[in-house]
C-alpha cells in the first residue's frame, strides 16, 4: 500500500487515520469477494519512517489491543474473515514493538507477535524505534487454518521459520516494508526456501511506491503467495495498490512432508552451536 496523496502532510494522528481510510475499500472487496485470511503491510497505518531517527513517531504507537485493533474485529466480524493487523506497539511509555495482531473470523482478539530481529543499517534505523520481540514463535489457530508471523526483517533469519514450522504453522505471514537495491534479489529466494525447508504456505506482503520526506527508495511489492513446495503462485505487481488472493489446498502440507521429512530427519542435539552466545 503507498502513502495517501496527503504524505507530509497533518498531524501523525490523521496521517494514522488516512492510511486506514486508504485500506478500507480493499478490506471490503476482500470481504465480498470471501477471503478468509487477510493480511497487511508492515505497520499498516503509517509510513515506513525508520529512515529518519524522529522521536516524533513515538506517538504514532499504540496499545495492542487497542483502538486500531478494534476497528479491524468489527471488519472481521462482519465478512467471517480472519485479519493480520500488523501496527507500532506501545506496552509502557519507552517499550514499543514492531506488532502484528491476529483477529479471528468472529472477531476475537487471538493475540500478538512481536518482530524479533531488528535492523539497524543501510537507511532501516529500526533499533532507535523498536525493542526486539520477547514473545517467541507463537501459532495462532484460526477458524481457516494455523498462522504463524514473521515480520520483514526476519525473513533473513531460518531459525524463527523452523521454529514456526515445529510450532505447527500451516501458514506463514510476512508483512513487509523493503525497497529496491538492498535485498530485492533476496525477496524471491528465502521466503520459497523457508516454505519448502518447513512443508508450509507463505504468504509474503510489501508496500509500493516512494515515501517521502525520506525518499528511501522505491518499495516494490511484488507480494506473492508460495506452497510447501517453495513455488510462487501468486504474485502482485512492482506498483500498484491491489489485493492478492489465492486458494491454499492445505492438504499439500501432508503430501509434502510425506515426502521430504525434514522435521524427522533433523538433528537438533547437533546444533547446539547456534544457541551459544
Not at 61 to 81: F, H, S, W
Not at 100 to 114: E, F, N, P, Q, S
Not at 150 to 167: E, T, V, W
Request: glycine share 8%; hydrophobic share 35%.
Amino acid at each position: 500500500m503507498s502513502l495517501p496523496k496527503t504524505e507530509g502532510e497533518g498531524t501523525i494522528e490523521e496521517i494514522k487515520q488516512a492510511m486506514e481510510a486508504k485500506h478500507i475499500p480493499l478490506i471490503e472487496e476482500a470481504g465480498k469477494k470471501g477471503v478468509q485470511i487477510l493480511c497487511f503491510q508492515e505497520i499498516f497505518n503509517t509510513p515506513y519512517f525508520c529512515p529518519g531517527q524522529d522521536k516524533a513517531w513515538y506517538e504514532s504507537a499504540e496499545t495492542v489491543p487497542g483502538p486500531t485493533i478494534e476497528r479491524m474485529q468489527v471488519y472481521a466480524k462482519k465478512y467471517n474473515m480472519v485479519i493480520i493487523v500488523p501496527v507500532y506497539e506501545k506496552e509502557q511509555a519507552g517499550v514499543l514493538y514492531n506488532t502484528a495482531a491476529v483477529i479471528d473470523a468472529d472477531g476475537t482478539y487471538l493475540g500478538k507477535y512481536r518482530k524479533n530481529h531488528i535492523p539497524h543499517t543501510s537507511g532501516f534505523w529500526e533499533k532507535f524505534f523498536f525493542k526486539p520481540g520477547n514473545l517467541g514463535y507463537p501459532v495462532f489457530q484460526t477458524k481457516y487454518a494455523k498462522i504463524g508471523l514473521y515480520i520483514c526483517y526476519d525473513r533473513h533469519f531460518p531459525d524463527g521459520a523452523r521454529c514456526l514450522g515445529l510450532n505447527g504453522a500451516e501458514i506463514v505471514y510476512n508483512p513487509s516494508a523493503t525497497v529496491a537495491g538492498l535485498s530485492q534479489y533476496l525477496w524471491k529466494l528465502e521466503q520459497p526456501a523457508h516454505a519448502a525447508a518447513n512443508g508450509y504456505f507463505m504468504g509474503c506482503i510489501n508496500r509500493v511506491g516512494v515515501e517521502k520526506p525520506w525518499n528511501l527508495g522505491k518499495f516494490y511489492g511484488s507480494s506473492y503467495f508460495v506452497d510447501p513446495r517453495g513455488q510462487i503462485f501468486a504474485q502482485a505487481s512492482e506498483d500498484n495498490d491491489e489485493l492478492l488472493i489465492a486458494d491454499f489446498d492445505l492438504d499439500m502440507i501432508e503430501q509434502v512432508r510425506s515426502v521430504w521429512q525434514f522435521f524427522r530427519d533433523r538433528r537438533p542435539e547437533t546444533y547446539g552451536k547456534l544457541t551459544e552466545l
